[in-house]
T-cell receptor, first 118, second 111 residues
Framework: DTGVSQNPRHKITKRGQNVTFRCDPI?????LYWYRQTLGQGPEFLTYFQNEAQLEKSRLLSDRFSAERPKGSFSTLEIQRTEQGDSAMYLCASSSGTSGGPNTDTQYFGPGTRLTVL | RKEVEQDPGPFNVPEGATVAFNCTYS??????FFWYRQDCRKEPKLLMS???SGNEDGRFTAQLNRASQYISLLIRDSKLSDSATYLCVVPFSGGYNKLIFGAGTRLAVHP
């Protein structure tokens, strides 16, 4: 399977614990995005990487959240001191950045990591 | 006003019916638009892109009205397999291609 992969698929944790999610984008895609989706809502943008550079962060990304893409390939999203409000599906997407400019660049989503904070 | 607003749904239709979803967006500078399909507990998948006045792909037709800042998705001859949530998506015009999603409209096609 050459699509976007995410691990783990499910994570249950207790409030206050730290969690880390991993995203492996489609090979050679230089753009990587993280979104968060709660029940009954569409995904909300969290952050964006162009290669290893984190170029944009949403104000939804509090100080407890940090994302990295150290070698411009896979990315990790860490949440420290989790809260019940962090329970959501965390989606990663990637795009090639080469199809007709930034506003026509198709994003392909991974299956997501479903986080439940007890 | 939300950046992207959709019909709340759910839409319950019989097989073979024609159904239309509406979407309005607030940023008049937006140039391209997308419809994504999301099955229950799955990731969103691109259904159609809309760059000009409209786009057609088999049973699916997307139309764009820039003056009214309005996008629609028409599904003809609905199939059971069309049951899903349809997300209206507008790239943020400020750059970096982050996507702004509507809340989605749920479609249930029944026999």
């Amino acid at each position: 399977d050459t699509g976007v992969s995410q691990n783990p698929r499910h994570k249950i944790t207790k409030r206050g614990q730290n969690v880390t999610f991993r995203c492996d984008p489609i090979s050679e895609h230089n753009r990587l995005y993280w979104y968060r989706q709660t029940l009954g809502q569409g995904p909300e943008f969290l952050t964006y990487f162009q290669n290893e550079a984190q170029l944009e962060k949403s104000r939804l990304l509090s100080d407890r959240f940090s994302a990295e893409r150290p070698k411009g390939s896979f990315s990790t999203l860490e949440i420290q001191r989790t809260e019940q409000g962090d329970s959501a599906m965390y989606l990663c997407a990637s795009s090639s950045g080469t199809s007709g400019g930034p506003n026509t660049d198709t994003q392909y989503f991974g299956p997501g990591t479903r986080l439940t904070v007890l | 006003r939300k950046e992207v607003e959709q019909d709340p749904g759910p839409f319950n239709v019989p097989e073979g019916a024609t159904v239309a979803f509406n979407c309005t967006y607030s940023n008049s500078a937006s140039q391209s638009f997308f419809w994504y399909r999301q099955d229950c507990r799955k990731e969103p998948k691109l259904l159609m892109s809309v760059y000009s006045s409209g786009n057609e792909d088999g049973r699916f037709t997307a139309q764009l009205n820039r003056a009214s800042q309005y996008i629609s998705l028409l599904i003809r001859d609905s199939k059971l397999s069309d049951s899903a949530t349809y997300l209206c998506v507008v790239p943020f015009s400020g750059g970096y291609n982050k996507l702004i999603f509507g809340a989605g409209t749920r479609l249930a096609v029944h026999p």
